[in-house]
């Protein structure tokens, strides 16, 4: 391992630059003796020198640097302070630098070709020198007062949390995750409770079960029927409004009530019937109204998404990769078996077959593709996915027309696996998504009275100018190739000429 020959020590006032004057050997460097020493400042002072300190001007200034370090993003005052403090390396040794995030220290190198660094997950000595700057910072930074950096640190910590925190609650991505799983419980809690409400009511009216299959109608019909003798045929019309203005199921459970077996209901259990079933009616209407609430959002967040595969599939795809984000950098493979994490592992470990779709499977395009080409249409459904998904997670305008456009290239995949229809390109589908998306955003014109009318002849006739030049050039060049080979000609003849006359003087001497 090479000798560490500076730190960089950022903190909350500021960065700090100390140069290691005596290092530590790694042997023993476990020792309680040895990490004792790093906790006393007049033995950890001599291991370390300040070379420069660079604090902040500013909270503002504070809190963008800090934002920067986490991102691993070299900022211009660390560049600058790093140009200047650093000793130029030569061509046998580089200058090796002890760097706290991983991140940052590969930002540095790719700016400071001749420096080397070294991080704490990498080396116990780097990692010993910074746990000790961190400790002794306030008495080694010069110009600082007791307690400047605890306020410091207070002060920068609430600002960032506070950033993040803001950042965080922005993402409408969260309310679409919070909202599916919502609704998920909210299915499993509604078919429970109507199973409850059809056996306790049912003691009463067992006859109704029969007639009426729908959890939520048969929760209405419960509370609105109470005791059955109190049916008659004046209440045809209120029955008959609850189940659609259906006359004949509405008499159907007037003349049930009439001759039914069920036992007789007290009064108090009456009442007590009645309150469980109108929890369960205002249960199922919340479920109809957030579910409303996901199609607006998701009509908002990843309307490609949702046009492709549907609000709800699409919401439990962004539930489980985390955010739109996550599910965006998600390539089409894992898009495609997302969901089925514990058969991919079980098949993996058993060498059995892997699974070919997880959460895609409840989209209706599996379902209607054939048993033979379920696989092939779930892993042309994620290519589909993945590209709706990064279209709404990187576009600034939300539109339908990519989704539009992706799910008819689905529907064409699934008309040529039935029939060998050949569908249309991806290409040209996309290209007719973004004609139409460009269609419909209103071109403003530029300022004065110039229309965009007369702006294109110039554009036309700036390539028609540089056509005419292009000919002209290889007119130009074909003359000349012409020319030469004309006097090429020219030469051999005079050549031969020359050498004709010669062998004829020979002859005449002879």
């Not at 007049?42 to 420069?52: A, Q, R, Y």
């Not at 203005?245 to 009064?267: E, P, Y």
Request: glycine share 6%; charged share 30%.
């Amino acid at each position: 391992m090479a000798s560490i020959d500076y730190l960089l020590h950022e903190s909350s006032v500021g960065y700090a630059i100390f140069q290691v004057v005596h290092q530590a050997d790694t042997i023993g460097n476990r020792l309680k003796e040895v990490q004792d020493a790093n906790q006393d400042l007049s033995k950890f002072g001599k291991m370390v020198k300040l070379v420069n300190f660079a604090p902040y001007r500013g909270a503002a200034e504070a809190l963008e640097n800090i934002n920067l370090v986490s991102e691993g993003v070299l900022s211009e005052y660390l560049r600058s302070n790093l140009e200047l403090n650093l000793p130029k390396p030569s061509k046998k040794k580089k200058v090796v630098l002890g760097v706290s995030d991983k991140n940052l220290a590969g930002s540095i190198k790719a700016a400071f070709p001749g420096v080397d660094c070294e991080t704490g997950e990498t080396s116990e000595v780097v990692a010993d020198l910074l746990r000790g700057l961190r400790f002794h910072a306030p008495k080694l930074l010069k110009g600082l007062q007791e307690g400047d950096v605890e306020r410091a640190q207070l002060g920068l910590g609430h600002a960032y949390s506070r950033a993040k925190v803001k950042f965080s609650v922005q993402k409408n991505d969260n309310h679409i995750i919070q909202a599916i799983a919502t609704l998920d419980h909210l299915d499993k809690a509604i078919n429970t409770f109507s199973m409850r409400v059809r056996e306790w009511y049912g003691w009463h009216f067992p006859e109704l079960v029969r007639i009426v299959s729908d959890n939520h109608t048969y929760a209405k019909l419960a509370l609105a029927i109470g005791d059955k003798k109190s049916l008659t045929d004046e209440s045809l019309h209120d029955i008959a409004a609850i189940v659609n203005d259906d006359g004949d199921i509405a008499q159907a459970i007037i003349d049930a009530a009439r001759v039914s077996m069920g036992q007789d209901i007290s009064v108090n259990d009456m009442e007590n019937v009645s309150a469980f079933a109108n929890r369960v009616v205002k249960l199922a209407e919340y479920r109809r109204s957030l579910f409303q609430y996901l199609v607006n959002k998701m009509s908002i967040v990843a309307p490609n998404l949702a046009t492709l595969i549907g609000e709800v599939v699409a919401a439990r795809l962004i539930s489980h990769a985390g955010s739109l984000t996550n599910l965006s950098k998600y390539p089409a493979s894992t898009v495609q078996i997302l969901g089925a994490e514990k058969a991919l592992f079980r098949a993996l470990k058993t060498k059995g077959n892997t699974p070919k779709y997880g959460l895609i499977y409840h989209s209706s395009f599996i379902g209607r593709a054939g048993a033979k080409n379920k696989g092939r249409i779930s892993r042309f459904l994620a290519n589909k996915c993945s590209i709706a998904s990064r279209i709404d997670n990187f576009s600034e305008t939300p539109s339908t027309k990519f989704g539009a456009a992706l799910r008819q290239l689905v529907e064409d995949r699934l008309d040529f696996y039935a029939n060998g229809k050949a569908p249309m390109k991806n290409e040209d589908a996309m290209k007719s998504a973004m004609d139409a998306v460009l269609g419909d955003i209103n071109v403003a014109e530029p300022d004065g009275d110039v229309d965009m009318a007369d702006i294109t002849p110039k554009k036309e006739k700036k390539s028609k100018d540089k056509k005419d030049k292009k000919e002209k050039k290889e007119k130009s060049k074909d003359k000349e190739e012409k020319e030469h080979k004309k006097d090429k000609k020219r030469k051999h003849s005079d050549v031969g000429v020359e050498v004709s006359e010669k062998k004829k003087k020979k002859s005449k001497s002879e």
